[in-house]
C-alpha cells in the first residue's frame, strides 16, 4: 500500500515538472516573438501575462503593468466612446475579433497596430480572459501608401502623355493600355487587357507578330525592339491607319515585360499631303501668273494687226459697194461680217487686257436674254453641220443683270464649243441652254449636253488651271471661265445629267434697278 502511494507521488512530481518544463518553454517561445505584443487579459481587461514584444512595441515593462487596465492602450477618443469595453464584448460574443485601429505607448506617442483580441474559456465553457496579439503596422502602412501614391502618380503621368502606351508580357497579352491608346484604337482598356496585342494590328502584321515574339525569346534577334518604326494599327472599326512604332523592354521580378508607344500618324500624313498640294497650286498659280503677263503683251500685239484688218475689210467693202453684180452683192455681206468679227476680235482683246492688268471691264446693266442670244449665235457655228440639236428655254421676260457682256459671252461660247466637242462622237446630240433664277438676287445660265459625261473625280477638280478632259487641252479655258464669273459674284460648277452628258452652270447677279417691261 506503501509504495503504491509512493510511485502516485512519483508519477504526480513528474507530471508537474513536465507542466513547468513546458509552461517555461512556452514562456520562452512568447517572449522571442518580439516583434509582437503578446499579453493577457482577466475577463474585467486587466493584464495577467506580458511579453517582451509588448515591452519593446508599447514601452511598459512588466511590473509596471500587471494589473492594470488595458484601456490604457487606447487614445482619449476610444476611451470616452467606450471603444474598450466594447471590443472585449465583442470579442466574448464572436470569440475572436481582428481589425486595424490606433493605440498608445508608454511616451504617449499613438501608432497603427493589428490587432487580434482571442475569447478563452476553460473546460466547463466559463471565460477564463481574453489573449491578444498586437503587430505595429506604422511603417508597413506608410510603405503600401508610398507605393498606391507612385503608382497613382506614375498612373497620372501615362494618361496625360499625348502617345498610346501598351503594356505586354512576354507572350503578347496586353497588360495595360493608356487613356491615350484608348483614344487612338477606339477600345475601351477593358477590352483589351488580357487579349492578344495583335488584335490592335491589319491580318498580315497580326500572323507574323507571335512569331517574332518567339523568334525573339529564343533568339534575341529584334525585329522591332528597341528601334522606331513606321507601321500599320488597326482600329476598332476595322480601320487600318500609319503609326510610328517604338517598343522597350524591361525585367520585373525575373518577368520581361514590353512597353509600346504608339504615335497616330494620320494627321501628319494629310498634313504633309496638303502641303504637296499647296506646293501643286502654287505651281500653278505661277504658270497662270505667267499666262496673264504673256496674255496681257499678246493683247496689246495682237490688237493692231486686229484694227488693221478691220479697216482693210471696209475699204474693200467700200470698193465694190454700189455694184449691180450678186456675187459682189453676197461678197460685201460677207466682208460685212468679217468686218464685225474682227472689230468684236479686237473689243474681246481689250477686255482681256484690261481684265489681266486689273482695269474697268465694263460692268453694264444688260438684258439676260439678248446677252445669251447674241453669245449663242457665235457659240454654235458649225454645229448644225456637226448634227448637233439645240434647245434653248429662257426665264420670261426682260432681265437685267450687272455683268460685262463681252467676259460673260465669252464663258458661254466656251462651254457650247466644249459642249459641242464632248459630243462628237455621241449617237444622239441635243444641245440645252437655259436661264433660271437660282436664288435671291441671283440667274442662273445653264449649258448641258449629251455627251459622254465627265468622271466624277475629274470633275472635282475642272475648274482648276491645267486640269482638262482634252487630248490637246491646255487646260485653261474653265479656269478662267471660273475667274471671271467668280469676278462677277457668282459661282461656276459642273454636274452630271442622269441620262448622260454634263451640265454647266454658271450665275450672275442681278441689276440693282431692273428695267420693267413696257408695252405700248
Not at 517572449?31 to 509582437?36: K, N, P
Not at 487579459?41 to 509588448?54: E, K, M, S
Not at 498659280?285 to 495682237?302: N, P, Q
Not at 449629251?450 to 487641252?473: H, M, P
Request: with cysteine; glycine share 8%; aromatic share 6%.
Amino acid at each position: 500500500m506503501i509504495a503504491s502511494q509512493s510511485s502516485h507521488d512519483t508519477e504526480r512530481q513528474a507530471v508537474a515538472r513536465g507542466d513547468a518544463a513546458l509552461a517555461e518553454e512556452l514562456g520562452l517561445l512568447i517572449d522571442g516573438a518580439t516583434t509582437y505584443a503578446i499579453y493577457m487579459l482577466d475577463p474585467q481587461g486587466r493584464v495577467t501575462i506580458w511579453n517582451r514584444g509588448a515591452e519593446r512595441i508599447k514601452g511598459w515593462a512588466e511590473a509596471e503593468i500587471i494589473g492594470r487596465d488595458f484601456a490604457i492602450f487606447y487614445p482619449a477618443d476610444d476611451i470616452a466612446a467606450g471603444k474598450p469595453e466594447a471590443d472585449l464584448a465583442r470579442a466574448h460574443c464572436d470569440g475572436r475579433i481582428e481589425e486595424e485601429s490606433w493605440r498608445v505607448r508608454k511616451d504617449g506617442s499613438e501608432f497603427l497596430a493589428h490587432v487580434t483580441i482571442t475569447a478563452l474559456h476553460d473546460d466547463a465553457g466559463a471565460l477564463r480572459g481574453f489573449g491578444k496579439v498586437i503587430r505595429d503596422i506604422t511603417h508597413e502602412k506608410a510603405a503600401e501608401a508610398a507605393i498606391v501614391r507612385r503608382e497613382h502618380h506614375l498612373r497620372s503621368i501615362l494618361n496625360t502623355v499625348p502617345d498610346a502606351m501598351i503594356v505586354m508580357n512576354e507572350n503578347g497579352i496586353v497588360a495595360s493600355f493608356s487613356a491615350a491608346a484608348e483614344l487612338v484604337f477606339d477600345y475601351a482598356a477593358s477590352e483589351v487587357i488580357g487579349q492578344n496585342v495583335a488584335m490592335l494590328m491589319p491580318s498580315v502584321e497580326a500572323r507574323d507578330h507571335d512569331a517574332h515574339l518567339r523568334k525573339y525569346r529564343y533568339t534575341g534577334e529584334r525585329h522591332v525592339i528597341g528601334n522606331v518604326r513606321l507601321e500599320r494599327a488597326m482600329r476598332k472599326g476595322g480601320e487600318t491607319f500609319p503609326i510610328e512604332l517604338a517598343v522597350g523592354e524591361a525585367s520585373i521580378a525575373g518577368e520581361r515585360i514590353f512597353t509600346g508607344f504608339i504615335r497616330d500618324l494620320t494627321n501628319r500624313h494629310a498634313t504633309e499631303r496638303r502641303v504637296q498640294e499647296l506646293q501643286s497650286e502654287l505651281v500653278h498659280v505661277s504658270r497662270v501668273s505667267a499666262m496673264g503677263t504673256m496674255a496681257s503683251t499678246l493683247a496689246h500685239e495682237i490688237n493692231q494687226p486686229l484694227t488693221a484688218i478691220a479697216n482693210y475689210l471696209e475699204a474693200t467693202r467700200a470698193m465694190i459697194d454700189g455694184s449691180a453684180d450678186p456675187l459682189l452683192a453676197d461678197i460685201a455681206e460677207a466682208l460685212d461680217l468679217a468686218a464685225a468679227q474682227s472689230l468684236r476680235a479686237g473689243t474681246i482683246v481689250r477686255r482681256l487686257r484690261a481684265f489681266v492688268d486689273g482695269g474697268d471691264t465694263g460692268f453694264r446693266d444688260e438684258r439676260l436674254d439678248l446677252l445669251v442670244e447674241e453669245a449663242t449665235s457665235l457659240g454654235l457655228l458649225g454645229a448644225h453641220e456637226a448634227g448637233i440639236t439645240v434647245v434653248s428655254s429662257a426665264s420670261p421676260g426682260a432681265i437685267m443683270v450687272r455683268v460685262d457682256r463681252i467676259q460673260i459671252q465669252q464663258v458661254l461660247v466656251n462651254l457650247i464649243r466644249n459642249a459641242i466637242h464632248s459630243m462628237a462622237s455621241s449617237p444622239i446630240k441635243t444641245l440645252s441652254i437655259a436661264t433660271a433664277p437660282e436664288r435671291e438676287g441671283c440667274m442662273q445660265v445653264i449649258v448641258a449636253d449629251t455627251g459622254s459625261g465627265i468622271d466624277t473625280e475629274v470633275r472635282a477638280r475642272l475648274f482648276e488651271a491645267f486640269a482638262t478632259t482634252k487630248e490637246d487641252g491646255m487646260g485653261l479655258g474653265l479656269s478662267i471661265c471660273r475667274t471671271i464669273v467668280e469676278a462677277h459674284g457668282g459661282r461656276i460648277w459642273a454636274d452630271g445629267v442622269a441620262t448622260g452628258g454634263t451640265a454647266f452652270h454658271f450665275t450672275v447677279q442681278l441689276a440693282a434697278f431692273q428695267e420693267s417691261d413696257t408695252d405700248d
